[in-house]
């Protein structure tokens, strides 16, 4: 069965430190991967997404994704983050052609310092 | 509203009661997915509706677990004869057509069984 895996629960940063969550998936076949985040007391939103080309691709407010297919990773990154971007991160993956049902990983809760 | 819509956002019931969760997606959106999350976890699938039709159940827990989508609009969630294991976040997420893992999520239905 497809898994994902989140390595880091909680994270805590100071503003302007660089940012990388780990996720890692467990599947061979062709996946989309996604990274959602939730804002406290908002709703889950989509933050980027891979579905093919360009294994780096980047997303709202300075996130970027890197897709290594070799290492069933697709770890987020930002250079510099901000206090605003609090929130629980969710990795996410679905297979290619049975889009319908995400699977995702436990969450990572990010605490930036002002 | 612009937005995905569900109610009641919190719900508290007796063991044994039976319960029923709404969803109201956003207009025009054909998919229609209901996912669980317990605290702590990421969101676990539930079910996925294509207009009226129910296309996967896969991820229903149990036989207690029921949903519906008659118009292909509003979706309720019904759980019969509440267990203390019900006790979750229940995720309501639609997508304007065929799903690409792209979704809209609501702000859920924190159910409390006692």
């Known amino acids: 069965a497809q898994s994902v895996s989140q390595h880091n629960h909680h994270v805590i940063l100071s503003e302007a430190a660089s940012l990388e969550l780990g996720c890692n998936y467990s599947?061979?076949?062709?996946?989309?991967l996604f990274w959602y985040v939730q804002y406290p007391g908002q709703h889950l939103q989509l933050l980027l997404k891979y579905f093919s080309g360009d294994p780096l691709v980047k997303g709202i407010k300075g996130f970027e994704a890197e897709f290594i297919k070799s290492k069933f990773s697709f770890n987020l990154r930002k250079p510099s983050v901000q206090w605003s971007d609090t929130a629980e991160y969710f990795c996410?993956?679905?297979?290619?052609?049975?889009?319908?049902?995400?699977?995702f990983g436990q969450g990572t809760t990010l605490q930036v310092k002002p | 509203g612009a937005g995905v819509s569900q109610s009641p956002r919190y719900k508290v019931a007796k063991r044994g009661q039976d319960v029923a969760l709404r969803c109201d997606p956003i207009?025009?959106?054909?998919?229609l997915f209901w996912y669980q999350q317990a605290l702590g976890q990421g969101p676990e699938f539930l079910t996925y509706?294509?207009?009226?039709?129910?296309?996967?159940k896969s991820g229903l827990p149990s036989d207690r677990f029921f949903a519906e989508r008659p118009e292909g609009s509003v979706s309720t969630l019904k759980i019969q004869r509440t267990q203390q294991e019900d006790s979750a976040v229940y995720l309501c997420?639609?997508?304007?057509?065929?799903?690409?893992?792209?979704?809209?999520f609501g702000e859920g239905s924190r159910l409390t069984v006692l």
């Open positions: 997420a639609s997508s304007f057509s065929r799903p690409t893992g792209e979704l809209f």
């Open positions: 599947y061979g076949g062709t996946v989309n």
């Open positions: 509706f294509q207009n009226e039709a129910q296309l996967d």
């Open positions: 996410a993956v679905t297979r290619s052609g049975n889009t319908g049902k995400l699977i």
């Open positions: 207009s025009g959106h054909v998919s």
